[in-house]
């Protein structure tokens, strides 16, 4: 089974920037659609960002409008999120999923549209 390992996260003084990084297992391309959510301690997963691979449309949260960009790579086998700005309440493991299904604003922010799973990535935002 094909599995997403995600990379990138660390640790980051608040105002800064970091990348994320999301490629599956077996480096095959990424299809259909892709998403990052993030956890923080004590939280509800909450979604971030995602891409529509096959129309190219983005989606943001809110409170990451304007300050994340969510992106594919060139050969489409990796997955990013540049996190510029970042706040301290953007402490949290940030997740990467797929779905396997066409996502559309009705659908792209809920978790059970998303078949695969990463372990995370942990990104601690200092104040």
């Not at 920037?17 to 993030?38: E, G, I, K, Q, V």
Request: hydrophobic share 35%; net charge positive; glycine share 12%.
């Amino acid at each position: 089974q094909v599995e997403l390992v995600e990379s990138g996260g660390g640790l980051v003084q608040a105002g800064g920037s970091l990348r994320l990084a999301c490629t599956a297992s077996n480096h095959a391309p990424l299809t259909f659609a892709m998403a990052w959510f993030r956890q923080a301690p004590g939280k509800e997963r909450e979604f971030v960002a995602a891409l529509s691979l096959t129309g190219g449309s983005t989606y943001y949260s809110d409170f990451v409008k304007g300050r994340f960009s969510i992106y594919g790579g060139n050969a489409k086998t990796t997955m990013y999120l540049q996190m510029n700005n970042v706040k301290p309440d953007g402490t949290a493991v940030y997740l990467c999923a797929r779905s396997n299904w066409a996502i559309n604003s009705m659908n792209v922010r809920t978790i059970r549209q998303y078949e695969t799973w990463g372990q995370g990535t942990q990104v601690t935002v200092s104040s």
